[in-house]
């Protein structure tokens, strides 16, 4: 296949992931073994939708089929998350995944050449972040760029998931190890409306991190962050039907959006910090 990007990222409605599939389908090896610690079963619904969107990109950039067996490896023998590993047939496959949901949307990134370390993470507009959470999770810088818009911590969370993964080598996930700084207000101001380019650095336990291609979007009502460890990562977004027709987008069969970002660019209340899905 002669791909046209170094990052392909989809977006797709949860129930549409579902829709007509048996969740009991059967999973392999250690993918299984994971699934089956998933006791919550929303939680449940969220991974076999981020699979199913994962698997669907994988096919398409490796030319696999039904008959191939993929497993997608998210937790390591202690349990915490870690970078998906991709085993195809019994063997490894060198690449580079990344998946979020929420209750409502699902959202994967993958890097066929594996040229580059993936982040993503999806945020839902309508999660409340309450005074006590951000307090304790975000930087002062970060708190006073927030109280000026209380939507833009959802802006804030989503660039610290996606940062987080792309660049943290297996950490434990503390969220105040990323701190986001807005580049210049108007840039930021356009995240409300429209793919934010250009607009944030960021920098990871006091260092700046660089290099990096950082892209945001508003898709269905969720904060869409995308983080990859290169200078110059090509990112293509999709959006399949019928997710992309109930987004009011045109009745075609998918709609992409691809651009080119240097430099750091993007695509676009518990006390307990919540966890991390790689």
């Known amino acids: 296949m002669n791909l046209q990007s170094d990052c392909l990222v989809r977006y797709a409605r949860l129930d549409d992931c579902l829709a007509g599939a048996d969740l009991r389908a059967p999973h392999f090896g250690e993918e299984a073994r994971q699934f089956d610690r998933i006791a919550d079963a929303a939680r449940r619904r969220q991974w076999l939708a981020g699979r199913a969107v994962a698997r669907e990109l994988l ?20 349990g ?3 970078r998906p590993l991709v085993v195809a047939n019994g063997c490894r496959i060198e690449c580079g995944l990344s998946i979020s949901h929420t209750p409502r949307g699902v959202l994967v990134a993958l890097d066929p050449k594996n040229d580059c370390a993936l982040g993503v993470d999806l945020c839902d507009g309508s999660e409340s972040f309450t ?14 760029w927030i109280a000026r818009d209380r939507r833009r911590a959802a802006i804030v969370w989503s660039i610290k998931e996606a940062v ?20 210049s207000e ?54 399949p039907l019928p997710s992309a027709r ?13 651009a080119n970002y240097g430099g750091r660019h993007l695509i676009p209340s518990a006390a307990i910090v919540p966890p991390i899905e790689y």
């Open 59 to 78: 096919r398409e950039a490796f030319g696999f089929n039904q008959f191939d067996t993929l497993e997608i490896i998210s937790r390591g023998d202690n």
């Open 186 to 239: 108007p840039d930021a101001r356009g995240a409300e409306t429209s793919a934010l380019f250009n607009a944030f650095r960021c920098d990871y336990r006091g260092q700046a991190v660089t290099p990096l291609s950082l892209a945001l979007r508003l898709v269905d009502g969720h904060t869409a962050a995308i983080a990859c460890s290169s200078p110059n990562a090509t990112i293509q977004f999709s959006v």
């Open 246 to 258: 109930d987004l009011h987008q045109q009745p075609t069969t998918r709609r992409s959006v691809a």
């Open 164 to 183: 987080f993964k792309a660049v943290s080598q297996g950490a434990p996930w503390n969220p105040r190890d990323i701190e986001v700084h807005p580049v």
């Open 80 to 82: 915490l998350g870690m």
């Open 131 to 144: 005074p006590g959470f951000l307090r304790l999770w975000f930087t002062t810088g970060e708190q006073s």
